[in-house]
């Protein structure tokens, strides 16, 4: 059964108030779908379906909300419902939970805390943001090194309920300093007396609690991990970041990128719960900038004013090859920064990129002025001089655009900016005032026309 028919079948349950038969219902319903039909409900709907939820499972429920339902939710219960919620939460959802509302929000939940946790929260609060002590969770299993197999079983046993992840532990000093990984199954598979820094893997894959989360997340592409420990300036074990919470960073980075290319400032909200100035105050900046900057393009044909009117028909085949420029210098750039996030190039392979590009550039552009050619030459009519002048700019244009798209990105990284900076819109309003300059400079020489 599909989600939508299962909202019809609650819907239809609350509207006849068959609560009973509702509450069996929802029993059946995975969490992830569960936060689906809520995000879908009104307010009053939400909380009545909410607290029919079994307590763990309502707790699960809420780590999936949007921030904005998570919101809503919290404004609607009471602070005995809030703080049940919050204490069957994961360490490291709670705090993502809590960074996002309001301060008001934040003190009443720390009313009801305990003085231990209070401080955990207060520091994982302090961390900076994007970072990797801000992703961390403290539910991990840790064990001294000198541990014997059977006795580290034992510990698993004990804990394992309140732990995010069992799978991996992390052995560890007396001073909590990290020494080595070891899995559930070496364990299980390890003789009762066998020591853990005997079956443990040293010098194990780490992180530090300041390290950006775009650095961890290359990490676990990196080697594959499903988690990894986070450790503080004197590598004592603070906490680990789990896969699930590296796949939400790849995916705002992703975000961010794709915004960035399309020369629009990054917002975390979604689209419909932003205002309208908001998301075009997120926008205008760029435009600006692109306004101005396009204006060199003016310039240029203002220059060779006297050309175009001389040659009207040299005006005919301006947007083509601006076009043909752009597109050529956004695919270049779209590769090349792609490579920069997955770390397949590097800054000191500009070099090699360029080179690669106008190899590319080269084949690309001559095939295309061919055809372009016998089309303006035999199929339009054009004279030979205008079709030489339109299929020559057409070669150089993209050999141009695709080395700029290539190289901009590099030189953004080195910079220490955002690659995605340099993606469509910059190029494209570079390449598209290179062009006009190729063009119309072999329409004086090639022609003969007088500026």
């Known amino acids: 059964m599909n989600l939508e028919s299962i909202m019809e079948i609650i819907i239809k349950l609350i509207e006849e108030k068959n609560y009973s038969e509702l509450k069996l219902e929802l029993r059946h319903i995975r969490s992830v779908d569960m936060a689906y039909i809520l995000e879908e409900l009104n307010e009053r709907d939400t909380l009545l379906v909410f607290r029919l939820l079994p307590k763990g499972i309502a707790a699960e429920v809420f780590s999936y909300l949007s921030t904005e339902k998570q919101a809503e939710l919290s404004s609607l219960v009471d602070e005995k419902e809030l703080s049940d919620i919050l204490d069957e939460l994961f360490f490291d959802d709670k705090i993502d939970y809590l960074e996002e509302m309001p301060a008001n929000v934040v003190k009443k939940i720390l009313k009801n805390t305990s003085e231990m946790e209070r401080k955990l929260i207060n520091q994982f609060l302090m961390y900076p943001d994007y970072s990797a002590g801000s992703l961390m969770t403290i539910e991990f299993v840790d064990l001294k090194k000198e541990m014997l197999a059977k006795d580290a079983l034992a510990r698993i046993r004990k804990i394992a309920p309140d732990k995010e992840t069992i799978y991996t532990c992390y052995a560890i000093d007396e001073e909590r300093h990290l020494e080595g990984t070891v899995t559930l199954k070496d364990i299980v598979l390890a003789g009762d007396n066998v020591k853990i820094e005997n079956i443990m893997q040293k010098n194990p894959i780490y992180v530090k609690t300041h390290d950006d989360q775009e650095d961890v997340a290359d990490i676990f592409k990196k080697y594959d991990l499903l988690a990894v420990p986070v450790v503080d300036n004197e590598k004592r074990l603070v906490g680990i970041i789990t896969i699930d919470d590296v796949v939400d960073v790849i995916e705002q980075e992703a975000t961010e990128d794709f915004y960035r290319m399309a020369a629009v400032q990054p917002s975390e909200e979604s689209y419909l719960n932003t205002g309208v100035f908001t998301l075009a105050r997120k926008r205008i900046v760029w435009l600006f900038v692109l306004m101005i900057s396009s204006t060199l ?3 240029i044909i203002q220059r060779y004013e006297l050309a175009l009117k001389s040659v009207v028909a040299l005006a005919v085949f301006i947007p083509m090859l601006m ?21 397949e190039i590097e800054i000191k392979d500009i070099l ?10 080269s084949i690309s552009g001559v095939l295309l002025a061919f055809v372009n050619f016998i089309r303006v030459y035999f199929i339009q009519g054009y004279s030979l001089a205008i079709s030489l002048t339109v299929s020559i700019t057409i070669v150089l244009t993209i050999v141009v655009a695709k080395v700029v ?29 290179t062009t006009l ?8 020489w090639i022609i003969g026309i007088t500026v």
Do not use: C, H
């Not at 076009?323 to 770390?343: C, E, H, K, P």
């Not at 090699?352 to 550039?361: F, L, S």
């Not at 300059?437 to 004086?444: D, G, M, N, S």
């Open 405 to 433: 798209g290539g190289m901009l990105p590099i030189i953004a990284q080195k910079l220490k900016l955002d690659p995605a900076m340099m993606a469509s819109p910059l190029i494209t309003t570079i390449v598209d005032t």
């Open 352 to 361: 090699k990129v360029v080179w690669k590009e106008a190899r590319i550039a």
């Open 437 to 444: 300059a190729i063009y119309f400079t072999l329409a004086v």
């Open 297 to 299: 393009s003016g310039f």
């Open 323 to 343: 076009d043909t420029g752009g597109n050529a210098g956004s695919q270049a750039s779209t590769v090349v920064i792609r490579g920069l996030v997955l770390g």
